[in-house]
């Protein structure tokens, strides 16, 4: 549109280099928020297990389980955890002490003759405090013999 001049090629230079730098200040600062989150999405934490519940549902076809758990975390909130037994990397919390020093389970068996569900439902409390990581609602939980993810499903109990 405008003639151009031999001045202006000399200008255009240092302008494209001063926005290029302009944007990648503006680009690296939007991205260290991101990368802090990222990195503090996955903590490790200490917990307290104060009860886990299993319900075994062996009238389903295939037979399945559904596991709870209530834990209170760093800040001292309390958290329902649940997971089902098919989702990737869930099961029962072990306790920390060994079988032959550890309180039995306190297990009900359920069986409704009409329906033939036959249900088991199993329940421990006070099992101690356990090494976990969080990554957003998703709890993995470090014990005795492996870990367990549970997802954090409600606040308070």
Not at 58 to 76: C, E, F, H, M, Q
Not at 121 to 139: F, W
């Given at each position: 549109m405008f003639p151009r001049t031999g001045s202006d090629e000399g200008m255009r230079k240092p302008t494209l280099c001063l926005i290029t730098r302009m944007l990648l200040q503006i680009l690296a600062g939007a991205l260290v928020p991101l990368a802090i989150h990222a990195k503090d999405s996955s903590?490790?934490?200490?917990?307290?297990?104060?009860e886990t519940h299993e319900e075994r549902l062996l009238w389903r076809n295939p037979?399945?389980?559904?596991?709870s758990a209530k834990v209170i975390l760093p800040d001292g909130a309390h958290a329902q955890l649940t997971c089902e037994l098919f989702d990737n990397g869930c099961g029962t919390i072990e306790p920390w002490t060994p079988p032959e020093k550890t309180a039995p389970a306190d297990c009900q068996v359920s069986d409704n003759e009409e329906s033939t569900k036959?249900?088991?439902?199993?329940?421990?409390?006070n099992l101690g405090t356990y090494r976990a990581r969080r990554k957003g609602d998703d709890l993995t939980i470090y014990g005795r013999k492996g870990k367990v993810t549970y997802r954090i499903v409600t606040g308070p109990w």
């Amino acid at each position: 549109m405008f003639p151009r001049t031999g001045s202006d090629e000399g200008m255009r230079k240092p302008t494209l280099c001063l926005i290029t730098r302009m944007l990648l200040q503006i680009l690296a600062g939007a991205l260290v928020p991101l990368a802090i989150h990222a990195k503090d999405s996955s903590k490790d934490l200490s917990i307290e297990v104060v009860e886990t519940h299993e319900e075994r549902l062996l009238w389903r076809n295939p037979p399945t389980a559904i596991y709870s758990a209530k834990v209170i975390l760093p800040d001292g909130a309390h958290a329902q955890l649940t997971c089902e037994l098919f989702d990737n990397g869930c099961g029962t919390i072990e306790p920390w002490t060994p079988p032959e020093k550890t309180a039995p389970a306190d297990c009900q068996v359920s069986d409704n003759e009409e329906s033939t569900k036959l249900t088991v439902s199993c329940t421990r409390k006070n099992l101690g405090t356990y090494r976990a990581r969080r990554k957003g609602d998703d709890l993995t939980i470090y014990g005795r013999k492996g870990k367990v993810t549970y997802r954090i499903v409600t606040g308070p109990w």
